[in-house]
C-alpha cells in the first residue's frame, strides 16, 4: 500500500497538508499519479524514473513541443501563472511538485486551499523563489551566507561595494537562473549604475558580497514529508558562462570535515525550511586568510538538479526517482554511488548549428565511446541551450581514471554540441599522435 499524507499514519509534519487523498483519481491500475508543473528536461526525466515504479506522471507544459510533453502521454496544455490550469491540472494528483520554482505563492496558496497536495510546500518553495528571503532564512538558522543587504536604491547597492572591498555581486531576488539575473561588480559606480537601471525596470534587487571561492559544491539531499533524510556524495560543479557545464561525482579531495559540514547544513536546511523532494543547497568552498577551508551557501533549488544528473548512471537511486517518491512519502531509496566516480558534462547549444544532424552525431559517439551515456532533452538547437548531457563513469578511484573520466565527458558533450571532435579525431584514423586516443572497442 503507498502512504499517503493525512491519512492517519503518524507521518509528521504530512498532517499539517490538507489530503488531496479523497480527491486522487490513481491510474487505471491504482497507481499514483504525479503532476509535475513544467515543460522543462527535468520533469522529462522525472517521466523516466516513473515509468518503472509504476507511476503515472502529468506534466502542465505551455505546448506540445515542450521536453516533458513529448515524454509522458498526460499532458496538460496551460500555463502555470493561471489558476484555472493549475486546478485542472492537479485534479486527481496524488501529489503536485515542480521543474521550476516560477508559480506564483498566490496560486500555489490557493491550490492548497482546495486540498491539493503540494510537495514541496510553498513555504518551503519560498525560499528557493526569492534569493534574499532565503539569505535572511538561512543566517537565521545559523547557515553560513556571504554578507547581504537589500538593495531597494542605487544608494543601498553603492554603499554596500563601498564597504566590501570594492566587489560585490548584485542579483535579482526573483526569476534568475543559469547566471541571468546575476551582475558582478567592481567599483561603486558600477554598482550605483546597474542597481539603477535594474531597478528602473521593476527588478527587486539584493546585494552580496563577492566570495573568491576555491571552487563551487552542490550537496544534494532529499526529504520526505514523513521527515526520512537522504544524502548523495558531495559534488563539484563547474559552470561556464554562468550555466552548469560539468559536475564531478564525488568531489575530488574533499576533506572530511567539509564533505560532513556539506551534509549535515542540506539537511539542517531542508528540515527547518520544511522541504520535501530534493533540495540542491550549492555551497562555495573558499579558502580563509590562515589556509583554512570553509563553506558559503549561495542557492538553493528545491526540486531535481543540473547537479544531481549524474545520479541517473551512477548511483542506486537517481534524483528523479527520489523526487517522486519524497513527494509522495514513499521510502526514500540508497543514495549509494555504484561506481568511485560519475562526470556529468551538458551539452550547451554551439554558436553554429552544426550541419551534422543531431542523430549521427549521437551515432558516432556511441561508435567511439560506447560506454557514454546520452541524455538528450528534444530540444531544437539554440547557442548556450542546455540540450542533453553525457554521464560517463570512472571504475577506479585513481587520477589516471579521474583524468580519463573528464577527458571523454569534455570530448563528449562537445563533440554533440559542435559535431566537433576537440583533440582532433577522426572516424577513420583516430585522434593525431600525442593527442587523446581511445577507440570504441
Ligand atoms: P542562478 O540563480 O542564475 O544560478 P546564482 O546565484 O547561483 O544564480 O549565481 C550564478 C553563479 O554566479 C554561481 O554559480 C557563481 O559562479 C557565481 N556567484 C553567485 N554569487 C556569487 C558570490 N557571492 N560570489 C562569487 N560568485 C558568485
Redesign the pocket.
Known sequence: MTLRNGQGQGHGEAGQQPPAGGQAERNSLGMPVVGMIGGGQLARMTQEAALPLGQTLRVLAASSEESSAQSTPDVVLGSFEDLGDLQRFAAGCDAVTFDHEHVPQELLAELVASGVNVQPPPSALLHAQD?LVMRERLAAIGAPV?PYAEVSDPEDAARFVAAHGDT??L?ARRG???????W?LTGVEEARAVAAEQLEQGVPLMI??????ER?LSALVARSPFGQGAVWPVVE?I?RG?I?HTVIAPAQDLSEELRTQAHALALTIAGELGVTGVLAV?L?EFRAADGSTGL?V??LAMRPHNSGHWTQDGAITSQFEQHLRAVLDLPLGSTLPVVPLTIMANVLGAEYTPEMSMDERVHHLGARFPHVKVHLYGKSERPGRKLGHVNVVGSAPDQETFEETRAVAELASNWLATAQWADGWDPHEGAPVGQFRRGGD
Open positions: 534569493k556571504p560585490a555581486v542579483k534568475g537562473y543559469d547566471g541571468k539575473g546575476v558582478m552580496e558580497q563577492r566570495v573568491f571561492w563551487e560543479t559552470q554562468g552548469c550549492e562555495f558559503l549561495n542557492e
